[in-house]
Each structure stands twice: as C-alpha cells, then as structure tokens.
C-alpha cells in the first residue's frame, strides 16, 4: 500500500496528457542539473586532490572554479533540483496510483538523500571559499593556530564532497530505480525491494546512461562557462586554459560517444508493450544529437573553434530532451493498461460528483453486444473480429482489464485490423465485458 495513493485523485485522459508535459519539463530541468552536480563535484574533488598531490596550484584553481562557476547559488539550486523533483514525484504518484509498484518510494527516499547531498556539496563548497579568504590573509607569517584551523578546513571540505558525491549517488540511483521500474509492468511485482533493484540489469543500463550524460552535460557546462560565457573565466592565463579545456573536451566526448551503446540497449531490448513509433523516432533524433556534437567537439579540439561551445552545450541539452521524450514515450506506452484502468476510475469519481451515475444491469450488457458488437463479433465463429472464445479466455477472468480493451482497444493481433474505439461509457463496456465473459465461461 503506498501512502501517496491517498493524497492523489486518479488523473482522467486528458489529464494524463498534462501530466507527461509536465513531467518532460520538470525531468528536462532535473536531470541536467544533477548531471552537472554530480559531475562539477567529482571533478572539483579529482582537481583539487591533484594538486594537494603535485604542490601545483594551478590545480587547486580549477578544482576552485569549476565549483564556483558550476554550482549555482543555494536558492537557484533549489528551485532547479528539488522543487522539480517534487514535482515528478508528485506526477508518478498519479500515474501509478493504485499500481503495486515501488517507483513511488524509492523517489521519494531519493528526494530526501538528494537533499542530503545537497547541503554536502554547497558545504564542500563554502569549505573552499574559506580555505582561500585564509590564504589570501596569511600572507607572510602564518601562526600554528591558523596553519591547524586551515588544515581543518581543508580535512572538512574534502570529506563534505567525498560524502557528497557518494549520497548524490545513491540518489540518483534510486531515482533511476524507480523511473526504469515504473516502465515495465512486467517486474513491478517481482521486484519490491532495493536489493532487488541492485541485480535488475536495466536499473544499471540506464544508471551508466545517466552517468555518461553527467559527464557530457559537466563538460559542455565547462566549455561554455570557462571560455564563452562573460568572455571566459581567465582570458590569458594560457597554461590554465589549455589544460582545462583539454579536460574538458575529453570528458564531454566519451561522455557523448558512449551513448549509442545505451540507445542501442535501450531500444533493441524493446518490449513490444513499450514500442511505438515515438520511441524509435525520438531514439533515431538522439543518435543524430550525438553524432552533431561529437563533430562540434572534435573541431573544437582540433581547430580550437571555442566559440562552438554554447552550440554544444545547448546541443546536449537538446539530446537530454530528446532521450526523456523517449523514455517517457516508452512509460506511456508500457503502463497503458494502468493508465486506462485510472481513467476510467477518474470518469467514475466524476459521474459521482455530478450525480449522473447511471446503473447497468447484466440484462443491458446482452443489449450492448447485439446492438454494438454483433456486427463484427460472433461467440465461435470468426467474423470481421476474433471469436471471443478465443480470444476472451486470455483474460482469465480479469473483468477490469477486458473491460478496459473494450472502452479502450489497442492493437492485438496482427492477423486481424485494429478494433474501433465503440464509444461505450465506462460502466457499458464492464457491463458487455460481464456478459462476454459470463457466456465464454458457461461454454
Ligand atoms: C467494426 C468491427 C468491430 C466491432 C463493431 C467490435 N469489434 Fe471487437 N474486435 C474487432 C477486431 C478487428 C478485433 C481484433 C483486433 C486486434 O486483434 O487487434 C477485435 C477484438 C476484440 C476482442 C479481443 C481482444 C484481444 O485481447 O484479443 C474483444 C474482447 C472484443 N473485440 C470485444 C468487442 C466488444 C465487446 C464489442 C462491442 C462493444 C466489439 N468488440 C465491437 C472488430 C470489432
């Protein structure tokens, strides 16, 4: 029983349609910016212990500024991460309300760790700025007292973003979880624990996808910041320059080029309940995504064209869009059967409200199919549709879910065409769906 399954009411047709937009949004806000959270932070942490190591200040500088320049203020880091990520927990809880499915929680523990890592990282931060208010004043002589108070620090600081990191990816892990499991009905009962997660092979399929974006998006964040946004950070300061744009060209190119693997995974493991054609047009715009700007980033290297770098680190935005359009595609499509079941409890919630329920008899059931269904359906003999003894039996019993293919049919059997939507109101199709079944099963 999930606690949120009392807070939502089940979303109707059209509100499903509201809800996906707002999910592309909150997700295309969301995951970005953790991606370059994530990745600023590990790649502060690389730099800084980098130059601890060698003595080499140059190090410590950007290990400095990638953190300051990549991680926004406090308040605009709310409001792009957590508020979002509210609100996709929020839209799942709808979506899925009623369905026996851990997606739910494991966001919602996700949520509070990303919050948790949050403060680590914006501490790991102040830790930093701190460390160098302290240098710039111990000019000459440094007494014991501060030469203990900045060791100090600098323990803090990196012990904040080691532990930072690793909360934002368990975070993200569960985030993950939940979002894969939430497109294949086929597992949602199967598998309800995280132990479970941690050996289903597609979690880590698409948690190596969001790592390879992490790294795509941190270093096109780089590119972009360093060098075109305001005019660069250290115009000038060559040795500087090279070296973090070297990095950082490489990091958003492995980070691209390993992509196609996951689109390939991705869509070759389709389940057919998950494709449409949607999903294979949105997958074919991410591999041309990838193939633009590994180009863009392969001229930047060799002809140093910098000024690419806002079109790449737009580009990859564009490819992040295209790859949540998909998988969102691919959970409509998966939870379809779901989706109908919700809406038809959402148009009978409704006709409630209104007072206009109207009461079906098994006797109109009968009625339904001579007038509506007969045409097309016999019980034992195959006319423009499927015997129902054939076919009805597949049901095993399962009133609900017949009745939801006849308020709503989809594509079954690719001997026969598509069935008509009849028109039938929620209660007709569970009446007719009542004595279809009832007749099937006296035969
Ligand atoms: C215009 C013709 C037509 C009408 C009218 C029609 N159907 Fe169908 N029906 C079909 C066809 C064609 C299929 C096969 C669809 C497929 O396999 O994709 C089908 C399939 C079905 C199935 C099998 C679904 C499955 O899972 O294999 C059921 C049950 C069914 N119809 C019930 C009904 C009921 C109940 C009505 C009346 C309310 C009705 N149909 C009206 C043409 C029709």
Redesign the pocket.
Same mark, same amino acid.
């Not at 690719?414 to 069935?419: T, V």
């Given at each position: 029983m999930n606690i949120f399954d009392q807070f939502v009411i089940p979303p109707s047709q059209e509100h499903v349609g509201l809800l996906t937009v707002m999910q592309i949004i909150s997700l295309l806000t969301f995951l970005p910016f953790a991606g370059i959270m994530l990745g600023a932070s590990s790649f502060s942490l690389f730099f800084n212990s980098k130059g601890k190591r060698s003595g080499n200040p140059l190090y410590t500088q950007i290990a400095k500024d990638i953190i300051d320049k990549l991680i926004v203020g406090k308040a605009a880091g709310f409001a792009l991460s957590v508020l979002p990520m509210i609100s996709i927990v929020l839209v799942y809880a709808q979506m899925l309300n009623g369905a026996k499915v851990i997606t739910v929680s494991m966001l919602f523990l996700s949520l509070i760790l990303f919050i948790v890592g949050y403060v680590f990282i914006y501490n790991y931060k102040s830790a930093f700025q701190f460390e160098h208010i302290l240098n710039a004043a111990k000019k000459d002589e440094v007494s014991d007292e501060v030469k203990s108070y900045e060791n100090k620090i600098v323990y803090m600081g990196a012990r904040y973003g080691t532990w930072g990191i690793f909360v934002l990816l368990v975070s993200m892990f569960l985030f993950t979880s939940g979002v894969t499991l939430a497109s294949k009905p086929g597992i949602w009962n199967s598998v309800d624990n995280i132990l479970k997660l941690i050996i289903t092979p597609s979690i880590w399929v698409n948690f190596a996808y969001f790592l390879s974006s992490s790294a795509a998006i941190t270093g096109g964040a780089i590119l972009y910041f360093f060098f075109v946004w305001q005019g660069g950070v250290r115009p000038g300061y060559t040795e500087y320059n090279e070296a973090i744009k070297k990095f950082s060209i490489i990091t958003a190119l492995v980070g691209v080029l390993v992509q196609p693997l996951f689109i390939f995974a991705n869509v070759l493991f389709l389940k057919a309940a998950n494709a449409s054609s949607g999903v294979y047009v949105f997958a074919g715009l991410s591999l041309l995504a990838v193939l633009i700007i590994s180009n863009l980033l392969y001229h930047i290297y060799k002809n140093s064209e910098i000024n690419f770098s806002g079109i790449v680190f737009f580009l990859i935005f564009v490819l992040f869009a295209f790859t949540i359009i998909k998988d969102q595609l691919m959970f409509r499509n998966a939870a379809r059967e779901h989706l109908i079941v919700l809406n038809m409890k959402a148009e009978e919630l409704a006709q409630e409200k209104s007072g206009s329920i109207v009461q079906v008899s098994a006797a109109d059931g009968e009625k339904?199919?001579s007038e509506?269904?007969i045409?097309?359906?016999r019980f034992d003999q195959k006319v @423009?549709? /499927?015997p &129902?003894q054939e076919?009805?039996p597949?049901?095993s019993g399962d009133l609900k879910k017949?009745a939801g293919?006849?308020y709503n049919?989809?594509? @079954?059997? /690719?001997? &026969?065409?598509?069935?008509?939507n009849?028109g039938?109101k929620q209660k007709e199709?569970e009446a007719?769906?009542k004595y279809?079944m009832d007749k099937v099963g006296k035969k």
């Open positions: 339904i199919y509506k269904c045409a097309c359906h @423009v549709g /499927p &129902y076919t009805v597949k049901y017949l293919f006849i049919p989809q594509k @079954v059997n /690719p001997d &026969y065409p598509a069935m008509p009849q039938l199709a007719v769906a279809i």
